[in-house]
């Protein structure tokens, strides 16, 4: 493929960027009254309007021609057939075949890979549904009401977020709680709150040796074992989400009791898989197919749909439009909805562990900005901190507003409150405030003329700022696995525009890699001498 910026369409995206930039949106929609119309659309549950953005046709048709000229159609192709495109572990990136409801074999390597993903779906509802009956028990015959669910990055936060978001279908009788951190005082104190007769730990480490997660999980042993039970018991209190069968086996777990990963389900991309374990046993295993079928909704709208129509393709190309040629560093989630308060915490991992890069699929190093930094909270709150920033600072920042029609146990004051708190802001962002309308503002106060032009100054705010606007009936768990499959597939678009693989993480190996030589020189089982003088300087002064 060529370089990205030797393709014509990023030529006329530079020359379009300059105009584009002296208009204000207030203009364009003056000038369009269907703009709104226009540029929305609707699937699988999801309304997008993204008609506040500081583009016009003939960006967008660029966009889209970008998105051709880069082969993005053959990189969806090619993701969902199986082919290895994770390149650099010479891996397929199959997510979506955890979700496939078409009956269609998957290859890979030649070997139809949904007969596996069957049957671990059926071994998770069958698990699910004994813990649920109490058919399953702890050692002592008491059904179990408590999941300690122990995982470090996507295999901890997919399902902390997705269980946290669809809060009101929780099952009741049964809490889950999620561990990742692998400082002490987090499992002290989950471990202090927990009853070893009624708790299951739940393991999730693809090797079974992730050390956040195997140093946990042996914490939660040794404080099994110390409440007077036996080696045999941890069978019934312990399972895992694991390749590595006989490790676990080892540490006590039943071989029934351990759910298999594939090598090409991705740690960010795996709550779809046995790791949503902890999801089926919070949700119940339907809720569980809900999302899977949601995803998979999403799935065929991104294969099928032209690019003009496509959700997760205009997401994307809207995405690098600001990042590439207006300018912008960041992006920002704003959910107002309490229980999807968690979703920018798991688009931030989702996003900038897969394209916060600067190398090519090539080897080149990029010349051209990349992932952009991804953050955000709940609307109303964020509303009273840092939306400041986002009205009046020099820089661009695109957001994502997201707001359900209806919510659970509705109070109509409050959730009108919130919804004209989301569209409200969102209209503020693109119109903004003038100068000469704060000044008009100011007319009837005693303030000196002088005195009122300085104000009107520091009151007056650009617009301009762009946002989509992403609305839903409801978040069950059927939209709520639309709206992730719809941001994995963002990812992807722009991962292809800039020519990066989207699912390596050579970054996080690094740290990994260095932490345990770190803790070997902590632990006395290597010199210090290898080390640079800051990083021994810190051993010792820990140490000593």
Known sequence: MEKLKNASAWGELEALAPL?????????????????????????????????????????????????QRNVKQKINDMFSGQA??????????????????????????????????????????????????????????????????????????????????????????????????????????LQSVDVE?????????????????QNTLSAKDWFLSKGTQQTDIAKHFVAVSSNVKAAVAFGMAEENVFPMADWVGGRYSLWSAIGLPICLS???????????????????????????????ILAMLGIWYRNFLGAQSHALLPYYHYLRGFPAYVQQLDMESNGKSTTLNGLTVDYGCGPIIWGSEGTNGQHSFYQLIHQSNLPIPVDFM??????NQNETHHNMLAS?????????????????????????????????????????P??????????EQLDPKTLGALIALYEHKVLVQG?????????????????????????????????????????QLIKRFTS
Request: charged share 20%; hydrophobic share 40%.
């Open 463 to 472: 617009g301009n700022n762009p946002s989509n606007t992403l609305v839903f």
């Open 403 to 408: 707001f359900p029609v209806k919510v659970p």
């Open 198 to 214: 009624t708790t299951l730990f739940v393991m999730s480490s693809k090797s079974f040796s992730t050390q956040e997660t195997l």
């Open 283 to 313: 949700l119940g295993f339907a809720h569980f197919r809900s999302i899977l079928q949601g995803a998979y909704d999403m799935d065929v709208h991104f294969q099928n749909a032209p690019f003009e129509e496509n959700m997760p393709v």
């Open 20 to 68: 584009v930039k002296r208009k204000h949106m207030r203009d364009m929609f003056e000038q369009d009254d269907t703009r709104a119309e226009r540029y929305s659309l609707e699937s699988s549950g999801i309304f997008l309007d993204y008609s506040k953005n500081r583009v016009n046709d003939e960006v967008m048709t660029q966009l889209f021609a970008l998105a051709e």
């Open 85 to 190: 495109i994770n390149t650099t572990e010479n891996r397929a990136v199959l997510h979506t075949a955890l979700r496939n409801f078409s009956n269609k074999p998957v290859l890979v390597d030649g070997k139809d890979v949904v007969p596996e993903v069957k049957a671990t779906l059926q071994k998770m509802e069958a698990f699910t549904q004994a813990i649920h009956s109490g058919e399953h028990t702890g050692f002592t015959g008491k059904a179990i009401d408590t999941v300690v669910s122990i995982g470090i990055g996507g295999s901890f936060l997919g399902p902390k977020i997705v269980t946290e978001s669809l809060k009101p279908y929780q099952k009741t009788g049964i809490k889950v709680i999620f561990v990742a951190n692998v400082d002490g005082c987090h499992i002290h104190d989950v």
């Open 421 to 461: 708190n989301c569209f409200g802001q969102a209209q503020a962002l693109m119109q903004g405030k003038t100068f000469d309308e704060c000044l008009a503002d100011l007319a009837d106060t005693e303030l000196s003329e002088k005195e009122k032009q300085v104000l009107a100054n520091h009151k007056t705010m």
């Open 496 to 536: 292809c525009i800039w020519g990066l693989n989207s699912f390596d993480q050579w970054g996080v190996e690094l740290g990994k890699v260095l932490g345990n030589q770190v803790l070997d020189m902590i632990d006395g089982k290597s010199d210090l001498s290898s080390a640079d003088s800051s990083t021994q």
